[in-house]
């Protein structure tokens, strides 16, 4: 039978076989409904006793109760911390706990004692070089037998007098703006400086003041400064224990054998101003500066999206606190200087005047 169609076309390629999806073939398991239906009637083997080695198999019938050595050990308990430093202030509360464990304040009675610290553990990190720690001191030995076991001014200031230095953290702000307030607190004493920082209108003056309250508390428990009233009567605590009486000249030449001075006094600063001292123990600022800290980024969004980089400013605090013993003494230190130079020096030639017209050409 034949189709009525033109050969032609029987002849040529089929349009819409070129569109045609290729499908790749993909191998699935082959699975049956019978599974292990023939394993079930088979015995296991023991794979516990009956085994490739012999040996083993013997040895573990001998020790049937000794645990296998593959299985998984125990975890170990974690170690002890180590125990406080024996200055520190939380030392009378460990004292405390200690006696109460000892006497059996707890009922179970489980709670061990710390483990001291390891000095060699230790040693690693505060002496990374030995050798050269044990020639530093060889020298200041030599240097003590030297001077025949005097002080220096500067190591007997450090034996006398205290102070505490303090840095804070970075603020967000640049080092101009920190450092007005640095130099409108140096000079003053703690609280007036605390206060100042209170009532000031600046926006790092907040955060100025948390540090200076941090650093007034280090000071009265790191180094016992501000401490002169404490444990005295009304009365020891109104006079002060004082060297000189600067507004007396004979008291400034007898400064070592006056024992007790007026209850205030009045002593004359670096600048020239008067500044007047109820006690001795009260701490002021001594020094205060600013550091520069890291820079950060902060975007600035522009007109047609773009997009500035702008540089923030980070800056630190760090001031110096001491007592006002201090500058009592470096106020008898510049009266005992002016009248030596007084005193030795009675003829001078000509006054000691300013030049009020110094020109730099000369004038005849």
């Not at 007098?161 to 603020?171: A, C, G, I, Q, Y």
């Not at 009266?335 to 020096?345: C, L, M, N, S």
């Amino acid at each position: 039978m034949s189709v009525p169609a033109p050969v032609r076309r029987l002849a040529s390629r089929c349009t819409f076989q070129a569109h045609l999806p290729v499908r790749t073939l993909q191998h699935q398991q082959r699975r049956t409904a019978v599974g292990d239906f023939f394993k079930r009637g088979k015995e296991t083997k023991d794979e516990t006793l009956d085994s490739d080695n012999p040996i083993l198999d013997e040895y573990r019938r001998q020790n049937p109760e000794k645990p296998d050595q593959n299985a998984q050990e125990p975890q170990l308990a974690p170690p002890a911390p180590g125990d406080i430093a024996p200055s520190s202030i939380f030392e009378d509360e460990r004292r405390i706990a200690a006696q109460r464990d000892r006497d059996g304040g707890d009922g179970d009675g489980s709670r061990a004692g710390l483990r001291p610290r390891n000095a060699a553990t230790i040693a690693r990190i505060t002496q990374p070089d030995p050798n050269a720690r044990e020639r530093w001191e060889r020298k200041k030995v030599i240097q003590m037998i030297k001077n025949g076991g005097r002080l220096s001014k500067a190591q007997f200031l450090k034996r006398t007098e205290r102070e505490h230095l303090v840095k804070s953290h970075n603020m967000k702000t640049s080092v101009k703006k920190l450092g007005m307030i640095a130099r409108q607190i140096s000079g003053k004493t703690i609280d007036d400086a605390i206060t100042q920082m209170r009532f000031s209108g600046k926006k790092v003056a907040q955060e100025v003041m948390l540090q200076l309250e941090q650093a007034r508390d280090e000071a009265i428990v790191m180094r016992g400064m501000g401490l002169g009233k404490v444990g005295k009567s009304n009365d020891e605590a109104e006079e002060l224990d004082l060297s000189i009486d600067p507004l007396d000249d004979t008291s400034t030449a007898n400064s070592t054998n006056n024992l007790h001075a007026p209850k205030k006094i009045v002593i004359q600063l670096k600048d020239g101003k008067r500044h007047k001292i109820e006690d001795r123990s009260n701490i002021y600022i001594e020094q205060a500066w600013v550091g520069r800290g890291p820079y950060g980024k902060l975007p600035d969004y522009r007109a047609r999206g773009r997009i500035f980089i702008m540089r923030t400013p980070w800056t630190s605090l760090t001031v110096i606190l001491k007592e006002e013993a201090t500058r009592i003494r470096e106020h008898a230190e510049r009266e005992a200087k002016r009248k030596k130079k007084i005193t030795e020096q009675v003829w001078v030639p000509l006054p000691d005047r300013p030049l009020t017209t110094n020109r730099q050409w000369y004038s005849w």
